[in-house]
């Protein structure tokens, strides 16, 4: 029989939310600013909270209201999203920049109001620039990182990460629940602790129908819930490893590591741990196998509400696409040609005049249109491999999709190999939703849904869209705002593969978006 112990076991950055009872209201103040951190032998400016690297932790419960206010004393503009916090009515604390706020300008501050739902285990995370700011100059696609870390330490073999090396130290007998979060930038993860099983139980604030596994998938943004049952020896040492999960392009970044350490006396030494065994970096029938193992609870104290019927069918292409370079530019991408990504052949263009949400809520005009598509403007063979040229094109606007309260909303995103195929993690603000299903090649809205899982598909923030293939949401449009939708790697949100929904006001007072704060950024 194992105790059991809630272990802060946070695997590649930052913030647990415990569940629990009477609700409260809880201060923090987060100092960003530029910090000197050295890994793989070089020393450089990161930007940090605190100086903590990763970020400090926020522990509150379910139901609470975290203020935070942020001081920006680095030398960029800066935002923080709460990730997987659905900020109920309240998106003006939402975080995405010119999406739902301006910026934080640098010796500025604002104060972000955090209301805590029925998530648990959610996180939050700055904006990054340095890579993507070159890629968008260039027009070429982004830097491969030099390393993964776990908790901020890529580990062993690394040069000059040995005495660094991330360590969960743990008492044989009892149980641990480790909350694992992808804050990775490019890549989907597998992860394994060697010599243990893993149960999963939770995934994106939401539990899951327990079931065992060697390792877990877990995609950019994702969280995961596991638990772990310390069954070796006293004084035992185990490897934690990663590996990148890839389907469209080859990697070779060694595993990132971290120790299981066992206490007791007597250490095992270094040379007799093994790292445990993970899929190859391109195993997408390991991948496929591990996804359709995730079941909501459906169970009477977690009961699920997925709509059975749907008032509006969203179907979305997911691409890789160009456009012509700047005159006299010089360019990286193919053919002298700007590297970009589209949904619904439209590359998402932010407007640094006034947020989306300032603007919808002053009836500002100019900086934003309604037209985003509700289908492919033109239809083609999405996931075959030879594409028509004038496919290659896309073009930039701010183009958003309006949907009325209560809607019942299905949105299909369809893979494409449009320059190439991809995996490709796709996240809502806003809104928590159903997967009700997933497959490969084109979708087919005749066939498909008659294969939907309506009974208890996963409840998450964050979906894979596997490449050459599709995956089927729905939701309940409940929460009024204007909401960002994007794919979670960097490089593809930041050359315009993301859109907003605004979601209108209901009849009700209890279901209309909340005036704005008085201290909001300006542009």
Request: some cysteine.
């Amino acid at each position: 029989m194992y105790s059991i112990t809630e272990f802060e076991f946070i695997i590649l950055v930052v913030g647990i939310l415990a569940c629990s009872a009477s609700a409260e209201t809880l201060y923090h103040n987060f100092i960003v600013k530029e910090t000197q951190y050295t890994r793989l032998c070089h020393t450089k400016q990161i930007l940090t909270v605190n100086g903590q690297f990763p970020g400090p932790t926020i522990y509150a419960r379910r139901g609470d209201t975290v203020i935070v206010n942020v001081r920006n004393c680095g030398k960029n503009n800066v935002t923080i999203h709460w990730h997987g916090v659905n900020q109920n009515r309240d998106p003006w604390h939402d975080g995405p920049e010119y999406i739902t706020q301006c910026p934080i300008q640098p010796d500025r501050n604002f104060t972000y109001r955090v209301s805590l739902g029925e998530e648990e285990g959610e996180w939050w995370i700055p904006d990054v620039r340095e890579v993507v700011e070159e890629s968008l100059r260039e027009g070429k696609g982004p830097n491969f990182s030099d390393a993964y870390t776990i908790n901020g330490q890529p580990g062993f073999p690394y040069p000059c990460s040995n005495d660094g090396e991330f360590t969960a130290r743990v008492d044989a007998g009892n149980r641990y629940l480790l909350r694992i979060i992808n804050a990775a930038n490019t890549k989907e993860l597998f992860f394994a602790v060697a010599g243990h099983h893993l149960t999963v139980v939770g995934t994106d604030g939401s539990y899951v129908k327990p079931f065992t596994t060697d390792f877990i998938m877990i995609i950019p943004g994702q969280t995961f819930d596991v638990l772990l049952d310390a069954n070796s020896t006293a004084g035992s040492r185990h490897y934690i490893a990663i590996r990148p999960y890839s389907s469209g392009f080859p990697v070779n970044i060694k595993n990132a590591t971290a120790v299981l350490q066992y206490s007791g006396n007597q250490r095992s030494p270094r040379l007799a741990m093994t790292l445990p065994s993970l899929p190859a970096f391109d195993d997408t029938n390991a991948v496929t196998a591990f996804t359709k193992q995730l079941h909501s609870l459906a169970s009477e104290v977690h009961p699920v509400h997925v709509p059975q019927s749907i008032d509006q069918q969203i179907i979305i292409t997911v691409a890789f696409n160009l456009l012509p370079c700047e005159p006299g530019k010089v360019c990286q991408g193919p053919l002298n040609t700007l590297l970009t990504t589209s949904l619904n052949n439209i590359s998402f263009v932010k407007s640094a005049r006034s947020s989306v949400l300032d603007a919808y809520y002053r009836n500002i005009s100019g900086v934003f249109g309604t037209e985003f598509p509700d289908k492919p403007p033109v239809p083609y063979d999405f996931t075959g491999k030879n594409m028509p040229s004038f496919l290659l094109l896309t073009r930039k606007a701010t183009e958003v999709r309006v949907l009325e309260y209560n809607t019942s909303v299905e949105i299909v995103f369809q893979g494409t190999n449009i320059l190439a195929g991809e995996n490709h993690p796709l996240h809502l603000h806003g809104h928590s939703f159903y997967v009700v299903g997933s497959g490969f090649g084109n979708f087919d809205k005749e066939k498909h849904p008659l294969k939907y899982n309506l009974v208890d598909p996963p409840y998450v923030n964050t979906v894979g869209i596997p490449m050459s293939g599709w995956a089927a949401i729905r939701f309940r449009a409940q929460n009024p705002g204007v909401w960002f939708m994007h794919c979670h790697f960097d490089f593809h949100q930041s050359t315009g593969m993301a859109t907003v929904l605004i979601v209108k006001d209901g009849e009700g007072s209890e279901s209309k978006m909340l005036p704005p704060p008085s201290d909001m950024p300006r542009c």
